[in-house]
Nanobody
Framework: QVQLVESGGGLVQAGGSLRLSCAAS????????MGWYRQAPGKQRELVAR???????DYADSAKGRFTISRDNAKNTVNLQMNNLKPEDTAVYYC?????????WGQGTQVTVSS
């Protein structure tokens, strides 16, 4: 079993920054990728950014140039630095890990960007 705990969400004005962190614990022997997804009210959950075990990064077009994903292997954490936030970034952000044949989700953290 794997547990994911997110932190770092909050309320910020447009143009501001937030840093999300996700701490993974449990039986993590090998994973394919860790990343962040988000879900805005009335919309489907969508990929924001993910980092593969080999270090390859994958960003949604909306995140490119503004968000940076990073990983601390020693601490089993994945971080998302979000700069130049826009009101359309408002959503619940979820940490996700995919391990070979199964995936796990965190409980989510709210990010609200005011105009």
């Amino acid at each position: 079993q794997v547990q994911l705990v997110e932190s770092g969400g909050g309320l910020v004005q447009a143009g501001g920054s937030l840093r999300l962190s996700c701490a993974a614990s449990g039986s993590i022997l090998r994973f394919d990728y860790m990343g962040w997804y988000r879900q805005a009210p009335g919309k489907q959950r969508e990929l924001v950014a993910r980092i593969f075990s080999g270090g390859i990064l994958d960003y949604a077009d909306s995140a490119k140039g503004r968000f940076t994903i990073s990983r601390d292997n020693a601490k089993n954490t994945v971080n998302l630095q979000m700069n130049n936030l826009k009101p359309e970034d408002t959503a619940v952000y979820y940490c996700h890990i995919w391990m070979v044949t199964s995936g796990y989700w965190g409980q989510g953290t709210q990010v609200t960007v005011s105009s």
